[in-house]
């Protein structure tokens, strides 16, 4: 046996009926695969990771990872099949009950699904319980199933070379120097917890006990501390249709690939990062989703709690979650796509300087040891003041092969906690970008409604950048008149899109 950390430990009980604690992933495949070598790639390269024959089993109130007696390879790697004609539709009403179906707990929590007959190839869809790891972790093992070429021997595990296995923590490596400041803030907030729902129920009162008991810590202790008084104090996030009672089911849509060259020319435009588009994009299409359903929106911004890695990606390898949270506005309210794009960036770049992450780290690590009945109270609180949860992954640059098979897409989604319904995922994956969204059925019974006006979005500010003159800045004035400009074109006569923002400016 081994004691989970406390972090994992908050990732394992944050799982309720109305929210499952699962990344879902789909993996596109040129071809079926056969479902015996899958497995022996499976025992080869992704147990070669020990954790993945463990189960989390609680005793005396501590959760440990133990191994599994019974492991048995064919519980978790199975067949599946789609009704005809085995269609995007198909798969995406599969891949919405997996993720609304929880793992078995007596069991490793993971498993994969290999589906036989999807647009004339195969897919996989993988399931992993957040308690093992985080997104940026789990992206890399998953590349460890993968090759470059399709000739690999699928029998034999990576070099141990390529798993990047060391002493200590990756939070003890990276964070040396300010690992004790972020344990006195956990320290603190775990103190505070102690005193019971009467803090979680005063907002205002326990940030002034959190002031009080920082006067005689470190600065950067009395930093990460006010960033919890403030998300603490951060008002709930105005009601939409994004927000209300949660059922069971889940529903996922993705897009189809988007060229990120064309993202990029977007960004360089507009003196804006890959980031900053992708997120002003996701931002209009949930603008235009509550319009088209009468929804009054402008002025409103809404928040995502977006995941902060704080690990080196060279130990990304390494399993366990070592990521923050903070809070993104989102402008929802503002109608001008260049405007959005702006406003997104600035917050972006507001939240670069700021302590969130690595105080919602030490209250996640204050949380995991605290009693599970304040747990839900305190995160219930903490998901009132968002929307949405959204994640950004930087992918693999060239393709991949599965077993053999070429890879035609990926996608992947996140769990959601709390009260918050909705959770948005941006990949990136050999030259595309692909952006999904996972939604309550009973606020959002159409994600892929939202999917659609993703890529109009984009679509918009594409053509903001291409119709600009090149020695005039974008702003939001200027873009409103070529956007009416393309508007009163007939749809023969408008711009096609480039591949390249010097060709296309």
């Given at each position: 046996?081994?004691?989970?950390?406390?972090?994992?430990?908050?990732?394992?009980?944050?799982?309720?009926?109305?929210?499952?604690?699962?990344?879902?992933?789909?993996?596109?495949?040129?071809?079926?695969?056969?479902?015996?070598?899958?497995?022996?790639?499976?025992?080869?390269?992704?147990?070669?990771?020990?954790?993945?024959?463990?189960?989390?089993?609680?005793?005396?109130?501590?959760?440990?990872?133990?191994?599994?007696?019974?492991?048995?390879?064919?519980?978790?790697?199975?067949?599946?099949?789609?009704?005809?004609?085995?269609?995007?539709?198909?798969?995406?009403?599969?891949?919405?009950?997996?993720?609304?179906?929880?793992?078995?707990?007596?069991?490793?929590?993971?498993q994969f699904h290999l589906i036989e007959n999807y647009q004339g190839g195969g897919a996989v869809v993988v399931r992993i319980h957040h308690c093992y790891a985080d997104g940026i972790a789990l992206v890399q093992v998953m590349l460890s199933l993968h090759d470059t070429t399709p000739q690999a021997r699928h029998h034999r595990p990576h070099p141990p070379s390529k798993l990047k296995r060391g002493g200590g923590t990756i939070f003890e490596r990276l964070l040396a120097p300010a690992r004790h400041r972020v344990e006195h803030a956990a320290e603190l907030v775990e103190s505070l917890l102690q005193r019971g729902f009467e803090f979680l129920r005063d907002p205002q009162a326990a940030g002034e006990s959190l002031l009080g008991l920082a006067r005689s810590g470190s600065h950067e202790a009395v930093e990460?501390?006010?960033?919890?008084?403030?998300?603490?104090?951060?008002?709930?996030?105005?009601?939409?249709?994004?927000?209300?009672?949660?059922?069971?089911?889940?529903?996922?849509?993705?897009?189809?690939?988007?060229?990120?060259?064309?993202?990029?020319?977007?960004?360089?435009?507009?003196?804006?990062?890959?980031?900053?588009?992708?997120?002003?994009?996701?931002?209009?299409?949930?603008?235009?989703?509550l319009v088209e359903r009468g929804e009054a929106v402008d002025g409103l911004s809404i928040r995502a709690t977006v995941p902060v890695n704080l690990r080196p990606l060279e130990h990304a390898r390494e399993l366990g979650n070592h990521f923050g949270l903070v809070f993104l506005d989102l402008p929802i309210g503002l109608d001008n796509p260049v405007a959005r794009l702006l406003a997104v960036r600035d917050a972006m770049q507001a939240l670069k300087g700021s302590r969130q992450a690595l105080m919602s780290y030490g209250l996640l690590s204050a949380l995991g040891i605290g009693p599970a009945a304040l747990q839900r109270p305190a995160l219930e609180l903490l998901s009132r003041k968002a929307t949405t949860v959204a994640t950004n992954v930087p992918g693999p640059r060239e393709p991949l092969y599965l077993c053999?098979?070429?890879?035609?897409?990926?996608?992947?989604?996140?769990?959601?906690?709390?009260?918050?319904?909705?959770?948005?995922?941006?990949?990136?994956?050999?030259?595309?970008?692909?952006?999904?969204?996972?939604?309550?059925?009973?606020?959002?019974?159409?994600?892929?409604?939202v999917i659609e006006r993703f890529r109009q979005q984009l679509e918009q500010l594409l053509m903001v950048a291409m119709l600009h003159p090149q020695d005039q800045t974008i702003t939001p004035e200027s873009s409103v008149r070529l956007l009416r400009t393309l508007a009163d074109l007939p749809a023969g006569r408008r711009p096609r899109r480039r591949r390249h923002r010097s060709s296309a400016t």
């Amino acid at each position: 046996m081994e004691a989970m950390s406390k972090v994992d430990t908050a990732w394992l009980r944050m799982e309720r009926s109305t929210n499952l604690m699962m990344i879902t992933g789909v993996i596109v495949l040129a071809h079926a695969l056969d479902v015996e070598r899958l497995r022996r790639t499976v025992e080869a390269r992704f147990l070669s990771f020990r954790r993945f024959r463990q189960r989390a089993v609680e005793i005396g109130g501590q959760w440990y990872w133990e191994d599994d007696d019974t492991f048995d390879i064919q519980w978790h790697v199975r067949r599946a099949a789609l009704p005809s004609p085995g269609a995007k539709a198909d798969l995406q009403e599969y891949v919405s009950n997996l993720a609304s179906t929880p793992l078995d707990h007596s069991k490793p929590l993971w498993q994969f699904h290999l589906i036989e007959n999807y647009q004339g190839g195969g897919a996989v869809v993988v399931r992993i319980h957040h308690c093992y790891a985080d997104g940026i972790a789990l992206v890399q093992v998953m590349l460890s199933l993968h090759d470059t070429t399709p000739q690999a021997r699928h029998h034999r595990p990576h070099p141990p070379s390529k798993l990047k296995r060391g002493g200590g923590t990756i939070f003890e490596r990276l964070l040396a120097p300010a690992r004790h400041r972020v344990e006195h803030a956990a320290e603190l907030v775990e103190s505070l917890l102690q005193r019971g729902f009467e803090f979680l129920r005063d907002p205002q009162a326990a940030g002034e006990s959190l002031l009080g008991l920082a006067r005689s810590g470190s600065h950067e202790a009395v930093e990460i501390l006010r960033e919890l008084v403030r998300a603490l104090c951060l008002a709930d996030d105005p009601p939409t249709r994004f927000k209300g009672r949660l059922g069971v089911f889940k529903r996922v849509a993705w897009c189809d690939p988007l060229p990120l060259e064309e993202v990029k020319a977007v960004g360089h435009a507009l003196g804006a990062t890959v980031n900053d588009v992708l997120m002003a994009c996701a931002a209009g299409a949930l603008r235009q989703y509550l319009v088209e359903r009468g929804e009054a929106v402008d002025g409103l911004s809404i928040r995502a709690t977006v995941p902060v890695n704080l690990r080196p990606l060279e130990h990304a390898r390494e399993l366990g979650n070592h990521f923050g949270l903070v809070f993104l506005d989102l402008p929802i309210g503002l109608d001008n796509p260049v405007a959005r794009l702006l406003a997104v960036r600035d917050a972006m770049q507001a939240l670069k300087g700021s302590r969130q992450a690595l105080m919602s780290y030490g209250l996640l690590s204050a949380l995991g040891i605290g009693p599970a009945a304040l747990q839900r109270p305190a995160l219930e609180l903490l998901s009132r003041k968002a929307t949405t949860v959204a994640t950004n992954v930087p992918g693999p640059r060239e393709p991949l092969y599965l077993c053999g098979a070429p890879v035609r897409e990926m996608m992947f989604w996140v769990p959601q906690t709390g009260s918050i319904g909705m959770g948005i995922s941006i990949l990136s994956y050999a030259g595309s970008v692909y952006f999904g969204l996972i939604a309550d059925s009973r606020l959002v019974p159409d994600p892929e409604r939202v999917i659609e006006r993703f890529r109009q979005q984009l679509e918009q500010l594409l053509m903001v950048a291409m119709l600009h003159p090149q020695d005039q800045t974008i702003t939001p004035e200027s873009s409103v008149r070529l956007l009416r400009t393309l508007a009163d074109l007939p749809a023969g006569r408008r711009p096609r899109r480039r591949r390249h923002r010097s060709s296309a400016t």
